[in-house]
């Protein structure tokens, strides 16, 4: 099956810029929608961002539409999630995510990273 491990996460201060980053193994990688989830502690999983196998559409949430940016390295097999503009309220655990795209929207995935810490101080 297909195999997900992000990086990238770490502390930061708001205002402050991070990259998050997803190796992804498998055959079918390519033939995936790929997404990042983030879930802030004591609240429910939110969707953030999502985009298109072929790398040439995507969707984003309010809250980060304007500074977050998703991309996809076909070569290395990779998802990249650039944050900008970090707020407080970005702090959660990250997940990478693959999946069709109308699951995805629905925050339902095929198969999920681990996850990797956010912190944002003010």
């Known amino acids: 099956q297909v195999q997900l491990v992000e990086s990238g996460g770490g502390l930061v201060q708001a205002g402050d810029s991070l990259r998050l980053s997803c190796a992804a193994s498998?055959?079918?990688?390519?033939?995936?929608?790929m997404a990042w989830f983030r879930q802030a502690p004591g609240k429910e999983r939110e969707f953030v961002t999502a985009?298109?196998?072929?790398?040439?559409?995507?969707v984003y949430a309010d809250s980060v539409k304007g500074r977050f940016t998703i991309s996809r390295d076909y070569a290395k097999n990779t998802v990249t999630l650039q944050m900008n503009s970090l707020k407080p309220e970005d702090t959660a655990v990250y997940y990478c995510?693959?999946?069709?795209?109308?699951?995805?929207?629905?925050?339902?995935?095929?198969?999920w990273g681990q996850g990797t810490q956010v912190t944002v101080s003010s």
């Open positions: 995510a693959a999946g069709l795209i109308p699951g995805l929207v629905r925050g339902t995935a095929d198969y």
């Open positions: 498998g055959r079918t990688f390519t033939t995936y929608a």
């Open positions: 985009i298109r196998w072929s790398g040439g559409s995507s």
